[in-house]
């Protein structure tokens, strides 16, 4: 599935980028593609931002990532990704390319100082798609970030242009109808398009009938030749013959009515986001004219429960599943039962959209999902319907908090990633609305920042905890699990300063719940605080006054279980290997016991940091690539940064110094993702570096810095595949 974080998952992305696969063909925009390529090619002089403008539907992303796929070999450090339709509003559009960057949000430095530092150097491509509905941020995040790195390539899609200093605007026009063949390179692309879309719906012209294709000709120059339009238009020859799609296009195309009733079939609706669609203050009405219509004469087309679900898929960002949709726009006349068919049937229209990735998903194009927003707004159903969403994900949050300690705790990891868009978009909500309850909108923080903060996503978590907790709520097990949580996501940054204070407060807040598992948790807060910041035999105070009790499936049993870890950790750094093995022992014990894998990894990196003190080389080397392999599989790059240090000096002692410096590399390579190195440890970092000067001084500065090099320059998936396997 896709990765939020930096690697490759499943093998679905490579060294060059994130550029999805290509699902259909490419039809036309020859000179388009020519002039893109030249204005991307990293040796054709300065680097100016490349905007691509156009209407909605005229097919900017499309060319777009044609471009950048045709020059992808010329930018070794990748061509990069990042949509910001799920965004929705204005937002945080530096994050969103970070995480497509798969930096993802371990920093607590400002967003741009992460990215300018990983980019620094490197030759790559950074494509921002959609930035019509954020534009001043846009703007505002490519200035700042160009004024770093004035080498960087940057190629936007937008509606409207940014007006950035020295940005070259590539108006796109929609696909020419008519021409002069031989003379016009895309002489009826608009034609070409729609024929070949008509045979995949079973609806061939073919090549000799005259009539189809003058018939053909009308339609495509009815449609203005916008791709989209073209599209969808030829998805109604499922159950259309030419000729009556023909006369249907223009019975419906030549005016917009007004909406006297939102409930009316085919009623086109009034001024709305969708006026989005002109692409600068220049365009002529009639292309989004001709759009809007198109999109409302296949909404007319539909069937009303059709329509009735198309505007309730509206509320979803970055992708659903049929059961999502089953939960969330069930309701009224549209019964859970028909959910599946009305899909289907919206799938076979093009409304809809299979995932090119992930199987079993489906997705929206933006100016389908913005017409689809009218209507549920037109209906009166917004609210309501995004309300369902938000309880929706609301109710997933707190069900992965209830069974991560358990066996599936992989299987909710990968589903937090692929819902990730949905979960920030329910959270955003929750926190936005004016009438909600704050100890649901806590509690809902809560479990979605305890999830963020295991699967990685350690900067969103912070993010919502911070709001979350900033407002007055009643105390419960919610309100306790955010503030561990937002405390726990200190640690892991290496912020101490805020993880003490968040430790304060968690355990204030469990004594008044008067819970003792609560309390485990925040002691590990305190002492996982202590051991990191040197403070060994207080944390062994702390932890060690921590009651024993059985452990939960639920957050707070993950809570009590690394409460074990940082004993283990306090009594490792301290020097007694004996009783640090002991503790880790029984962690990876009751992982095992629980079936999952997050405290496992941990408690096999402590064990290997005994067998390392206690001169058993292999036993070492072993049990750290054996935590390296738990960490991959749950995307914790800490735990993985960590035991790629510790791998590094268990393989020098080994004498292969060569292996070694390049182990060094990768860990590097995984610290700089996460804040501040060795989470600020200052044993961590000792450590690190009495490796560093071991590997130099039996390697020599030339060869150190050859090997350290190659393993900086490895993706995650290398990396990791290097370090854990030995390839």
């Not at 007006?163 to 608009?190: C, F, N, S, T, W």
């Not at 560093?692 to 998936?717: F, K, N, P, S, W």
Request: some cysteine; glycine content about 8%.
């Amino acid at each position: 599935m896709p990765d939020r974080t930096d690697r490759a998952s499943s093998g679905d992305v490579n060294k060059h980028g994130n550029l999805p696969p290509e699902t259909l063909s490419f039809v036309g925009r020859g000179a388009e593609l020519a002039r893109l390529r030249a204005a991307l090619d990293p040796d054709s002089g300065p680097a100016r931002p490349v905007t691509v403008v156009g209407v909605g539907g005229v097919g900017k992303t499309r060319l777009a990532l044609r471009a950048a796929a045709r020059v992808r070999d010329a930018y070794p450090d990748g061509v990069w990704l990042t949509e910001l339709s799920p965004l929705r509003t204005s937002g945080p559009v530096d994050l969103a390319v970070m995480e497509s960057l798969r930096l993802a949000d371990r920093s607590t430095r400002p967003v741009i100082d992460v990215i300018t530092e990983w980019a620094h150097g490197r030759r790559l491509l950074l494509i921002l798609d959609s930035c019509e509905h954020v534009l001043a941020d846009c703007a505002r995040f490519t200035a700042a970030l160009r004024s770093r790195l004035p080498g960087l390539r940057v190629l936007l899609t937008s509606r409207e242009r940014l007006a950035l200093p020295g940005e070259e605007v590539l108006h796109l026009e929609p696909l020419p109808v008519d021409g002069r063949p031989g003379v016009d390179e895309d002489a009826g692309a608009a034609v070409a398009l729609f024929a070949e879309r008509a045979a995949a719906a079973g609806r061939p012209l073919g090549d000799g009938d005259s009539a189809a294709r003058a018939t053909a000709v009308a339609v495509c120059r009815r449609l203005d030749g916008i791709p989209l339009a073209l599209e969808l238009a030829a998805a109604r020859l499922t159950e259309l013959t030419l000729d009556q799609l023909h006369t249907r296009l223009g019975e419906r195309l030549p005016t917009l009515p007004p909406l006297p009733d939102p409930s009316a079939p085919g009623t086109p609706i009034p001024s709305s986001p969708l006026d989005l669609l002109v692409s600068a203050p220049g365009e002529r009405p009639p292309r989004h004219q001709t759009l809007r219509t198109a999109i409302g004469w296949s909404h007319e087309l539909c069937a009303p429960l059709e329509r009735l679900l198309w505007a309730r898929l509206s509320v979803f960002s970055g992708g659903f599943c049929l059961e999502a949709v089953r939960q969330i726009c069930a309701g009224g006349p549209l019964p859970p039962e028909r959910i599946a068919g009305l899909l289907d049937r919206l799938v076979a229209q093009s409304i809809v959209l299979p995932d090119p990735v992930i199987s079993a998903r489906y997705r929206m194009l933006d100016t389908v999902r913005e017409y689809g927003a009218d209507w549920l707004h037109a209906l009166g159903e917004e609210r309501a319907v995004r309300r369902r969403h938000r309880d929706h994900y609301a109710r997933l949050a707190r069900e992965g908090c209830a069974e991560w300690n358990t066996g599936r705790q992989v299987a909710w990891c990968e589903r937090v990633l692929t819902e990730h868009a949905n979960l920030r978009t329910a959270v955003d909500y929750a926190l936005a609305e004016p009438d909600g309850a704050p100890a649901t909108t806590v509690e809902m923080a809560g479990h979605v920042g305890f999830l963020w903060r295991h699967c990685g996503y350690l900067r969103e978590a912070q993010h919502c905890l911070d709001q979350a907790l900033a407002a007055e709520s009643p105390p419960g097990p919610g309100r306790t699990l955010a503030l561990w949580s937002r405390g726990a996501v200190a640690l892991l940054q290496g912020d101490q300063e805020a993880a003490a204070n968040w430790a304060v407060r968690c355990a204030d807040a469990a004594r008044e719940q008067g819970s003792p598992v609560a309390q485990v948790a925040a002691a590990y807060l305190r002492g996982g605080h202590l051991a990191l910041t040197g403070r060994q035999a207080e944390a062994i105070a702390v932890l060690d006054a921590a009651p024993r009790l059985p452990v939960h499936d639920d957050g707070f049993g993950a809570a009590q279980l690394q409460a074990r870890l940082a004993l283990s950790l306090a009594h490792v750094l301290r020097g007694k290997f004996e009783r640090g093995r002991e503790v880790a022992d029984e962690v990876r014990t009751a992982s095992r016991k629980q079936g999952e894998y997050w405290c496992g990894a941990f408690a096999d990196y402590l064990i290997a940091q005994v067998d390392l003190a206690h001169g058993d080389m292999q036993a070492a080397v072993l049990g750290a690539r054996t935590s390296i392999a738990g960490h991959a599989l749950l995307h914790n790059t800490v735990g993985a940064a960590m035991s790629l240090d510790l791998l590094a000096a268990a393989v020098v002692t080994t004498g292969d110094a060569h292996r070694a410096a390049r182990l060094l590399g990768i860990g590097t390579r995984l610290w700089e993702l996460t804040g501040r190195a060795q989470m600020d440890s200052p044993d961590l970092i000792a450590t690190r570096r009495t490796c560093e000067l071991r590997v130099r001084e039996q390697l020599g500065e030339d060869a150190y810095e050859t090997g350290y090099r190659a393993g900086l320059a490895m993706t995650y998936d290398e990396g990791i595949a290097y370090a854990a396997i030995g390839q």
